[in-house]
């Protein structure tokens, strides 16, 4: 058997020569995954709601304002990147929350929830693949969360919304993947974000949910980048139709 040379190993996770669009950019998670996929190579369009989506390119960032709702508004966001260059990767980690409904907002919470975490992500998804299967080769990945598996109270939107993404994230993989697309989870656990800021500044709902963790802590938004550049390159080229879970051991643990 051959061994793989250092640069050859390299090459493997280098996104160079690609072009990325990572929805939910403007913070949190997905701003930290747009960071991650331009220091590995790639150029990145990030896309978010935010005014911080005017800010110009800095170190191979593209900020762009797009209502992820709006197919198209997506059709142009994906339009763009395609004609940048070699438009290779799709990170959807637009996402909203809103626990604690109650009466008749419940029912306006699930809607709007499941058209930003689960509508939107099955058309960003349809019209990069799309673009992506002329050129014979692309990776699409969602973020999920750990609620895309386990039950959180209080918040049956969200869960829904991510268990519908995982389903779907498989059903995707068989569809794409004879074009050369593969369709991918990265699902986080807790991670310290602007969406989490009030259970990580509370003591007791901090602390509870650091010992849900093996590693005894939240996690970062940097902690999940590895695992982005991971998923986007061709590290990973036989990998789709997979979780893969960023949570510090959370699912892992049983009664310990």
Known sequence: MRRIMRDELASLFSLTGKVAVVLGASRGIGAALADGLAAAGAEVLAAGRS????????DGVTYVRCDVTNRHALESLCGRADRQGSFSV????????????????????????????????????????????????GSIIHVTSIASVLGFPDNPAYCAAKG???????????DYGAKGV???????????TGMTSGSFADPVEHQRR???????????PADLVGAAVFLSSDA?????????????????????
């Open 164 to 174: 519908g993404l995982r389903a779907m994230t498989r059903a995707l993989a068989l």
């Open 236 to 256: 990973s080229a036989y990998v789709t139709g997979i979780d893969l879970f960023v949570d510090g051991g959370w699912t892992a643990k049983g009664l310990v």
């Open 182 to 192: 593969r369709v991918n989870n990265l699902a986080p656990g807790y991670v310290h």
């Open 51 to 58: 005014e911080q989506a005017d800010a110009p390119v800095v």
């Open 90 to 137: 799709l990170i959807n980690a637009a996402g909203i929350t809103r626990p604690g409904a109650h009466g008749t907002a419940r029912f306006e919470a699930f809607a709007a929830t499941l058209e930003t975490n689960l509508s939107a992500a099955y058309t960003a998804c349809v019209i990069a693949a799309d673009l992506m299967a002329r050129h014979g080769r």
């Open 210 to 220: 650091s010992a849900h963790t093996a590693l005894g802590r939240w996690g970062r």
